[in-house]
């Protein structure tokens, strides 16, 4: 397995939004690429389980830093709509499923 390079992943690709993109966390961006390459890994497309009742378990520690640097760079402005959901470790198993 190769480096993830977290700031350049493809949100459209999984997914979410350019504004919801700038929110998601670097822990999240991982937990994406790491299954699609764990899915590529195994030889399983991901057409033969989307819409699959397959289950998501993701388990996290608390990330710090990502919210403090989201509010120096853009300040109130930072509380958007997907500010909680870009920042949620909650979020990750649902973003992934």
Do not use: C
């Amino acid at each position: 397995m190769g480096r993830i390079n977290v700031a350049a992943y493809d949100a459209a690709f999984f997914v979410v939004g350019p504004a919801e993109a700038h929110n998601v966390t670097p822990a999240a961006r991982a937990v994406l690429e790491f299954a699609l390459d764990a899915l590529e890994d195994a030889n399983v497309p991901l057409s033969k389980i989307k819409g699959t009742d397959t289950a998501v378990f993701v388990a996290q520690s608390a990330e710090f830093g990502y919210a403090d640097l989201l509010s120096a760079e853009k300040g109130f402005k930072a509380y958007d709509w997907y500010y909680g959901t870009g920042l949620a470790d909650s979020a990750m198993s649902g973003r992934l499923s």
